[in-house]
């Protein structure tokens, strides 16, 4: 069981990574002319239910690299659990992350947000002002 878990995860990021980029695809024209409204509104529900499947990976991954240890310790069939669950997540894809999303971890997040926000763009600042920092030439720097 030790090698399927890490089987699936990865099999899975690679779905995410190919459903996204068929998602991200714009629908082709119909004679010449912009893509038809029925193709955009059923882009635009294949992107959120990319998203959802994104957002629930993301928090499944935080919570493996955070808690995984000590669970299996506790919970018993623990891998084969975990495992249930990724195929889970990799049959239903955006029909199974999406009442993840939904009704999990949006209800989590929500009272924090105003906290978050905030945070996160302080960290992007830090970022773009490192990234810049790390592009100055050292020799300027010194002389």
Same mark, same amino acid.
């Given at each position: 069981?030790?090698?399927v878990v890490p089987a699936l995860r990865l099999f899975m990021v690679f779905m995410n990574v190919y459903d996204t980029y068929k998602t991200l695809k714009i629908p082709p024209r119909r004679k010449g002319g912009p893509p038809?409204?029925?193709a955009?509104?059923?882009?635009k529900r294949d992107l959120k239910g990319c998203l959802a499947v994104w957002v629930v990976w993301c928090c %499944?991954?935080?919570y493996e690299k955070t808690f995984d240890r000590f669970i299996s310790f506790i919970v018993p069939f623990y891998s084969e659990i975990k495992s249930v669950t990724l %195929?889970? %997540?990799? %049959?239903t894809r955006a029909k199974g992350a999406e009442p993840l999303y939904l009704h999990i971890l949006r209800p989590l997040?929500?009272?924090y947000v105003d906290t978050l926000d905030p945070l996160l763009d302080l960290a992007r600042d830090i970022g773009d002002f490192l990234f810049a920092l790390s592009q100055v030439p050292l020799n300027h720097v010194l002389s």
């Open positions: 069981m030790p090698l038809s409204i029925r955009m509104t059923q882009r %499944l991954a935080t %195929l889970f %997540l990799l %049959l997040i929500k009272p």
